[in-house]
């Protein structure tokens, strides 16, 4: 529930973590009328890159992606930030019921599968979000620490989630609780979400980006699936047992992505 002593751009900002949080994950656009909260390893390179081409289409041009670099980079001028517009703007459009305020999420289990397997395993070895980690753990780079090693101890340390995004539960990085959502789609049925909330945003088909086709890279997991056993699934689920049981009232109040009327 919201304080009403603090602003709605305020406390959302508090729930993600930070403001620099907040502008490097929020992007939005006043004209068009969106706010996208992304979730990392959860359809936000193709949503962003998507939202990128649908802006240059509805302009008569042509948006090439030739990495992934300007989906990262918040001061290309392309998509705004809450900095950008400034947070007392940001907090009217929340409270704006004609803004489209939208988000994706995806099975705990497997984005924390693509999480440990592109930033934390020991193929990742001295990757800047397993060193902070390791850093922060007291223990060596060299030491192999498991899927299930790193769900449990995430049950057991005050304060861990926060350490990186990648380990935030999405129901914090999109401040579920709080944001009045127009969409929620699914990371598993993006190809059929992502057109439904981007004609609501341009009115019109626009082009999608998917940088498994277009770069031969798979930023989200999206093409590898996880084999997780029993034990794994289990201490996952406890972990983020939030988001299981926020994707459990997605499915009830967001039929086919939109709110229920």
């Known amino acids: 529930m919201l304080d009403p002593e603090i602003s709605i751009s305020d406390a959302v900002?508090?729930?993600?973590?930070?403001?620099?949080?907040?502008?490097?994950?929020?992007?939005l656009d006043e004209d068009l009328g969106f706010i996208y909260f992304s979730v990392p390893v959860v359809a936000n390179v193709r949503t962003v890159g998507s939202l990128l081409k649908g802006m240059a289409h509805v302009e008569g041009k042509v948006f090439d992606l030739p990495s992934i670099k300007p989906i990262f980079d918040r001061n290309n001028g392309l998509l705004s930030k809450p900095g950008h517009v400034g947070f007392n703007a940001f907090g009217r459009m929340l409270e704006d019921d004609s803004m489209i305020k939208f988000a994706f999420v995806r099975n705990p289990v497997e984005r924390f599968s693509a999480v440990y397997r592109n930033q934390f395993s020991i193929n990742t070895k001295h990757?800047?979000?397993?060193?902070?980690?390791f850093e922060h753990l007291g223990i060596s780079l060299d030491e192999n620490l498991s899927m299930v090693d790193l769900a449990e101890i995430l049950t057991e340390e005050d304060g861990l989630y926060d350490i990186s995004p990648q380990l935030m539960p999405q129901r914090s990085m999109?401040?579920?609780?709080?944001?009045?959502?127009?969409?929620?789609?699914?990371?598993?049925?993006?190809?059929?979400?992502?057109?439904?909330?981007?004609?609501?945003?341009?009115?019109?088909?626009?082009?999608?980006?998917?940088?498994?086709?277009?770069?031969?890279?798979?930023?989200?997991?999206?093409?590898?699936?996880a084999l997780v056993d029993d034990e794994t699934r289990a201490a996952v689920e406890e972990a983020y047992a939030e988001d299981c049981e926020m994707i459990e009232e997605i499915e009830a109040l967001f039929p086919d992505g939109f709110a229920e009327s």
């Open 174 to 225: 999109i401040a579920y609780d709080l944001v009045d959502f127009d969409f929620i789609g699914r990371h598993e049925r993006w190809e059929e979400d992502y057109p439904a909330i981007a004609m609501e945003i341009f009115g019109c088909e626009t082009p999608v980006f998917d940088p498994t086709t277009e770069l031969n890279i798979d930023p989200e997991g999206t093409k590898i699936f």
């Open 13 to 27: 900002t508090k729930v993600v973590g930070s403001r620099a949080r907040m502008n490097y994950f929020t992007y």
């Open 127 to 133: 990757g800047r979000q397993r060193v902070k980690l």
